[in-house]
C-alpha cells in the first residue's frame, strides 16, 4: 500500500504530476487551483526528478510553453481555472490539430467571466464540445475524489499519449480546496532520452539523426485537400476514442426508476440525495460519468428503456443534460429527461436533488 | 459510524486546523474523512467553517444541509448554523460572544468556556484545541493517542515542541465542557 496522506485535491495534482514522472509544468496563479503550482514550488522536483515547474507571464504564455514542450514528446501539463482556461483555447485546439499530447486541468469557477471563485461546473460545454476552434475533442475526464484527483493524472498522461491527443482533468474549486485521505502512488521515473525515442519518436521533435527524416509539427496545411485528410485521421482517432474509453460509475441502479445523471462534485451531492431518497422509498440511482468526452451514451440509451426517467444535476444551467437526452433519443425508447441545478458558485444540496426529483419527474 | 460535523467561527480563531487535526486523527482510525472548507475572500477575518466527515464507510456529500454536530464559535455561526442541526444530534458552543444563546429543545447542548480558559492557561491560541477537547468527550469519534498522531501528521515539526501543551488543552477541554439542557 502507497503512502496515505490528508491532502487538498490542488496538492494532489502537483504531488501526483511529480510522481507519475511529469517532464514540465507551466502556469499562471488563479483562485482556486493556485495551491497546484504553489506545491510544486515547494516540493521543487527540479532538485530531485528535473521536472520543469515555471510560472509564466500568462495563461495564453503557459499553454504556448506546453505546446512547444510536448512537441518533443515530453510529458507536460498546465492547470487554472475557468477564465484562465478560456485564454489557453487558442492553444489547446493548435495542440490538438498539431497531434500532441499534453494534460490540462480545470479547477472550474464560477462564469462567465471573471465570476466568482467559489465552485461551478460551467465549462462543461467548453471542454466537451470544443472550446477552442475546428473539429477537435478533448479527451475529458472528471475525478469525483481527492483519490481521484491524484489517480487521473497518470490516467490523463497514459490516454494523451496513446491517442496523441491534448486530455483535461475537469474538476472544480470544491474538489481542488478539500481534502481527504489519498493513497499516493510510488515514484515513476521520468522518461529518457532513449524511452522517448522508443515512444514518440516516429512524431516528436528529439533530434534529427541522418538516418530518418524530419519530424514537423504544425497544425497548419494550406492545401485543403491535405486538411481534410488530415481531419478525417483526427475523426477516426476520435471514434476509436469513443469505442474505447468510455469510463463511468454506477451507484444503486440495479432497480432504479429514476436515475440521476451528475459528474465530479455533484455526483457526491447526488450519492447523498440518493440515501435521502432511499429512505423516502423513492427507488433513485445515480450514472456518474468518468469521461465527459466521450460521453457513456450507451449505458444511458441501455437503462433508458426500463426506467421512468432521468435527472441531470449539474452546478450549471443545464449542459450535460443535452448529452443525455441525445442519449435517450438515439435508445428508442422515450422517457423523461429534466435537469437541476445551481449556478455562479453555488452548491446543490443533498435535499434540494430529492425535490427537484420529486416535482420534475415523480409528481410531474 | 458516520459522524457530520460542522466548525464555524471567525476567521483566525483556528477553525480549519480544528477540522484538520480530526480529520488527520480519522485517518489513523483507519476511517474514511472528508474536510470540506469554506474558501475565498469571506476567510480573511470573516467568518470561517469547515465541515468535517469521519466515516467507517465511502463518503458521500461534502455539501451538507444538516448535521450531527455543530461547533459554533462566533453569533453570526449561531444564527446560521443552530437551525441546521439534525433533531436528537448536539449543538456546541463557546459563550464568549455569543448573545442570543442556542434555544432549541430538540438537540444536545453544551457548552465550553474556550476562550476564558484559554486566557487562563496563559496561551489564548490553545483555544481551539480546549473547544476540540470538549467535542471528543460529548463525541468520542477519534481517540486522544490518534489525536496526538493526528497532531504529529498536521503540525510541521517545527512546532512539534506544542504537542504537550495542545494535548494538556484537549484534555482541559474534556474536563471544563457542561451541558446545558
Known amino acids: ?364 | 459510524m458516520t459522524e457530520e460535523l460542522i466548525i464555524a467561527g471567525f476567521g483566525g480563531q483556528g477553525v480549519l486546523s480544528m477540522g484538520k487535526i480530526l480529520a488527520y486523527s480519522g485517518i489513523m482510525e483507519n476511517k474514511e474523512v472528508t474536510w470540506f472548507p469554506s474558501y475565498g475572500p469571506e476567510m480573511r477575518g470573516g467568518t470561517a467553517n469547515v465541515t468535517v466527515i469521519v466515516s467507517d464507510s465511502r463518503i458521500s456529500s461534502p455539501v451538507l444541509h444538516e448535521y450531527d454536530t455543530a461547533i459554533i464559535l462566533n453569533q453570526q455561526s449561531m444564527d446560521k448554523f443552530e437551525s441546521k442541526v439534525k433533531p436528537g444530534g448536539i449543538l456546541i458552543y463557546d459563550p464568549n460572544g455569543i448573545v442570543h444563546p442556542p434555544t432549541r429543545t430538540d438537540i444536545n447542548i453544551y457548552k465550553v468556556e474556550g476562550t476564558v480558559t484559554a486566557v487562563e492557561m496563559g496561551n489564548p491560541k490553545v483555544f481551539n484545541m480546549i473547544i476540540v477537547g470538549g467535542y471528543l468527550k460529548v463525541r468520542p469519534i477519534v481517540s486522544l493517542d490518534n489525536v496526538e498522531k493526528g497532531l504529529e501528521k498536521s503540525l510541521p515539526a517545527r512546532y512539534h515542541n506544542l504537542i504537550p501543551l495542545n494535548l494538556e488543552a484537549i484534555k482541559t477541554g474534556q474536563d471544563i465542557v457542561e451541558k446545558v439542557n
Open chain 1, 1 to 364: 500500500m502507497g503512502e496515505l496522506r490528508l491532502m487538498k485535491g490542488n496538492e494532489v495534482l502537483a504531488e501526483a504530476a511529480i510522481r507519475c514522472g511529469c517532464d514540465g509544468y507551466f502556469g499562471y496563479p488563479i483562485t482556486p487551483q493556485s495551491e497546484v503550482m504553489e506545491t510544486l514550488m515547494e516540493l521543487q522536483p527540479w532538485e530531485t526528478t528535473g521536472m520543469v515547474v515555471l510560472q509564466a507571464e500568462s495563461e495564453v504564455a503557459s499553454i504556448n510553453m506546453v505546446y512547444g514542450a510536448a512537441a518533443t514528446g515530453k510529458k507536460v501539463m498546465t492547470s487554472s481555472s475557468s477564465p484562465g482556461v478560456s485564454l489557453m483555447m487558442e492553444g489547446i485546439s493548435y495542440i490538438a490539430g498539431a497531434e500532441l499530447p499534453c494534460l490540462v486541468v480545470n479547477v472550474q469557477r464560477g462564469g462567465p467571466g471573471l465570476g466568482t471563485i467559489q465552485p461551478s461546473q460551467a465549462d462543461y460545454n467548453q471542454a466537451v464540445k470544443g472550446g477552442g476552434h475546428g473539429d477537435y475533442r478533448l479527451i475529458t475526464l472528471a475525478p469525483a475524489s481527492v483519490q481521484e484527483m491524484h489517480d487521473f493524472v497518470d490516467l490523463a498522461f497514459n490516454l494523451a499519449f496513446k491517442y496523441r491527443n491534448p486530455a483535461m482533468i475537469l474538476t472544480d474549486g470544491a474538489l481542488g480546496q478539500m481534502m481527504e485521505k489519498v493513497e499516493l502512488a510510488d515514484f515513476k521515473p521520468r522518461w529518457t532520452r532513449e524511452e522517448i525515442q522508443e515512444i514518440s519518436g516516429s512524431w516528436a521533435t528529439t533530434g534529427k539523426t541522418a538516418s530518418r527524416e524530419r519530424n514537423v509539427v504544425t497544425s497548419l496545411e494550406m492545401d485543403p485537400g491535405k486538411m481534410e485528410q488530415n481531419n478525417l485521421r483526427f475523426q477516426e482517432k476520435f471514434k476509436a476514442i469513443q469505442e474505447n474509453e468510455v469510463r463511468y460509475e454506477t451507484f444503486m441502479c440495479e432497480d432504479a426508476e429514476y436515475v440521476l445523471v451528475a459528474f465530479g462534485t455533484s455526483s457526491r451531492i447526488c450519492q447523498k440525495a440518493i440515501e435521502l431518497g432511499r429512505a423516502k422509498g423513492i427507488k433513485v440511482g445515480l450514472l456518474r460519468p468518468i469521461t465527459l468526452w466521450p460521453f457513456p451514451s450507451e449505458v444511458i440509451a441501455s437503462m433508458t428503456c426500463r426506467v421512468k426517467g432521468f435527472l441531470s444535476v449539474e452546478m450549471s444551467a443545464g449542459q450535460m443534460v443535452d448529452d443525455v437526452k441525445l442519449a435517450v433519443f438515439n435508445s428508442g425508447c422515450t422517457v423523461p429527461v429534466e435537469y437541476f441545478g445551481r449556478m455562479g458558485g453555488i452548491l446543490p444540496s443533498p435535499n434540494e436533488v430529492i425535490e427537484a426529483l420529486e416535482s420534475k419527474l415523480i409528481n410531474r
